[in-house]
């Protein structure tokens, strides 16, 4: 196998295991408070990703005091922030509709760069930013009650504290590597998640479906889908990378049918083809790019 091929192959691997948090988080929804299930979450993962970072043996950088700053803000937004939301929000929407709202994070990201780094927008985000909105509106129009509704904007949410956390990740003077990044990350969300977990009560020990869930999160999307992601991004361009994030939106509606049992009608169908369609043309290679 090829090395592109093998980044290929890590690539997919790395976002079907980003779909399935949606799956994870609608197993959580309404059985574990959501501050708690993100404690749990990253409780379980730390142990993991510590023994990883000793492995490597890297040294760590030293982070001037804006750097530490915005660690702590990602992981306020990035960890936590997309984590809780995402469990409220599945408490109220079915797990494909989630699916495709997760699936705009691309074109979501595109216009952060624009509004708050200035960034000029291209065509390619114009049109990936419109065929997100469609694919947005297309589970909208179906929803019922407000009820739904409430789901969407937490899920959204979730997307929007995402977008923050990539906008922040650029503006690190010093960047970390995968597995120090994703170390950070988890140790923080701990710390930040713990006081608003104890707050929502006692914990009371997970039925075997929650725990089962809780440490598949963890373990399978926070520490290998990380390094998944990194391995096969080291192997490909950046554009062809970025073509691969549209995996983690179908793995989601895909497993939501099949794990879940919930229908597929329409809109979920025009939601995702929408979305699915705006992460391409956003990962297309622009004319100065393809000319070299």
């Given at each position: 196998?090829?090395?592109?091929?093998?980044?290929?192959?890590?690539?997919?691997?790395?976002?079907?295991?980003?779909?399935?948090?949606?799956?994870?988080?609608?197993v959580?929804?309404?059985?574990?408070?959501?501050?708690?299930?993100?404690?749990?979450r990253?409780?379980?993962?730390?142990?993991?990703?510590?023994?990883?970072?000793?492995?490597?043996?890297?040294?760590?950088?030293?982070?001037?005091?804006?750097?530490?700053?915005?660690?702590?803000?990602?992981?306020?937004?990035?960890?936590?922030?997309?984590?809780?939301?995402?469990?409220?929000?599945?408490?109220?929407?079915?797990a494909?509709?989630?699916?495709?709202?997760?699936?705009?994070?691309?074109?979501?990201?595109?216009?952060?760069?624009?509004?708050?780094?200035?960034?000029?927008?291209?065509?390619?985000?114009?049109?990936?930013v419109?065929?997100?909105?469609?694919?947005?509106m297309?589970?909208?129009?179906?929803?019922?009650?407000?009820?739904?509704?409430f789901?969407?904007?937490?899920?959204?949410?979730?997307?929007?504290?995402?977008?923050?956390?990539?906008?922040?990740?650029?503006?690190?003077?010093?960047?970390?590597g995968?597995?120090?990044?994703?170390?950070?990350?988890?140790?923080?969300?701990?710390?930040?998640?713990?006081?608003?977990?104890?707050?929502?009560?006692?914990?009371?020990?997970?039925?075997?479906?929650?725990?089962?869930?809780l440490?598949?999160?963890?373990?399978?999307?926070?520490?290998?889908?990380?390094?998944?992601?990194?391995?096969?991004?080291?192997?490909?361009?950046?554009?062809?990378?970025?073509?691969?994030?549209?995996?983690?939106?179908?793995?989601?509606?895909?497993?939501a049918?099949?794990?879940?049992?919930?229908?597929l009608?329409?809109?979920?169908?025009?939601?995702?083809?929408?979305?699915?369609?705006?992460?391409?043309?956003?990962?297309?290679?622009?004319?100065?790019?393809?000319?070299?």
């Amino acid at each position: 196998m090829s090395r592109r091929a093998q980044g290929y192959l890590l690539l997919s691997l790395a976002m079907m295991t980003v779909g399935t948090t949606v799956i994870a988080s609608k197993v959580l929804a309404g059985s574990v408070p959501p501050f708690q299930a993100t404690a749990l979450r990253f409780a379980l993962a730390l142990p993991v990703l510590l023994w990883l970072l000793r492995r490597q043996g890297a040294a760590w950088p030293r982070l001037g005091a804006g750097d530490r700053v915005l660690l702590v803000l990602q992981a306020a937004a990035g960890s936590v922030g997309y984590t809780v939301l995402l469990v409220m929000g599945l408490a109220h929407l079915p797990a494909a509709d989630a699916g495709v709202i997760i699936g705009t994070l691309p074109a979501v990201s595109a216009l952060f760069s624009v509004l708050v780094l200035g960034e000029r927008p291209g065509l390619r985000q114009v049109v990936s930013v419109a065929l997100a909105t469609l694919g947005v509106m297309a589970v909208a129009w179906k929803a019922s009650g407000p009820s739904s509704g409430f789901g969407m904007l937490c899920v959204f949410g979730a997307v929007l504290c995402e977008s923050a956390f990539i906008l922040l990740n650029k503006r690190m003077r010093q960047p970390l590597g995968a597995v120090q990044q994703a170390t950070a990350m988890v140790l923080l969300g701990l710390l930040v998640s713990a006081p608003a977990a104890l707050l929502e009560g006692p914990l009371a020990w997970p039925a075997p479906a929650s725990l089962g869930a809780l440490a598949w999160y963890a373990w399978v999307p926070t520490a290998a889908g990380f390094l998944l992601w990194y391995a096969g991004s080291s192997r490909v361009s950046g554009g062809e990378a970025a073509t691969f994030t549209a995996v983690a939106p179908l793995t989601a509606v895909a497993l939501a049918a099949v794990l879940l049992g919930e229908p597929l009608g329409l809109s979920q169908g025009l939601g995702i083809g929408a979305v699915v369609l705006a992460i391409l043309v956003l990962a297309m290679p622009s004319r100065s790019t393809a000319s070299r």
